[in-house]
């Protein structure tokens, strides 16, 4: 995997235009066409069987994503089930042989091939399916999870309130939306910082699973809330984090 070279807070700003800048701290969740991995049906062995990836040799015999996708109560709320024969397996949390060449305990983030990995000794990694927003191809480079919050609120930003005045009474001013099931930023949010600046990239969880291995209109990176909580109990304050796409 070839590595990009870190843009600067200020290059990202050139770049990405203030409008896109407030769109990605939005963490807005609106699916729309555009490069796309499109969900296929899957018809694979009976939810009593384990499921086994093609990378089984690397970790053994995977968790049956009829289990690791099952309504699950955390914090007060219960998560729903995510429908994941309807998700292309590739998409499945599942452990891997480590294709990113990064230390243990790293975070690479591949915005083209929507996938997320956690870095482990052995050469093994766990990855994540992602859904990845137009803002979220537009930083990349390394930085550091700054911090982590369990049901975060979700502030959309002043400009995109004035974009959507329905969001009004989620605006910064009104002390944002509640956490919860139909929150944009899920179960979870890992906030990015970039020489110790925030690069308003996020990693979150996500109450729409047809998102998932597609680019949606504007956001960070997403993943199933069943995900995000596991990628949060294995990620630390204060990891790397690579984003790239190659």
Known sequence: MSLPSSFSRRNF??????GAVSTLA?????VESGPVVSPVQYTGAPASRPFRSWFSNYGGEQPDP??????VEDGGFLIPPVPYQQIDPQFYRQRVADPTGEAPGSVVVNTRERHLYVTEAGGTAMRYGIGVGREGFAWQGRGVIQWRKKWPRWNPPDEMVARQPELVKYSIANGGMDPGLK???????LYIFEDNQDSLYRLHGNPDWRSIGKAVSSGC???LNQDVIDLYDRVPERAPILVTQA
């Not at 939005?26 to 609106?30: E, K, L, Q, R, Y």
């Not at 929150?183 to 949010?189: D, I, M, S, V, Y």
């Open 13 to 18: 700003l050139a770049f990405a235009g203030i």
């Open 26 to 30: 939005g963490c807005a969740s609106t």
């Open 66 to 71: 009829a289990v690791m996708y099952a309504a």
């Open 183 to 189: 929150n944009p930023l899920g179960a979870r949010a």
């Open 221 to 223: 990176v997403r993943l």
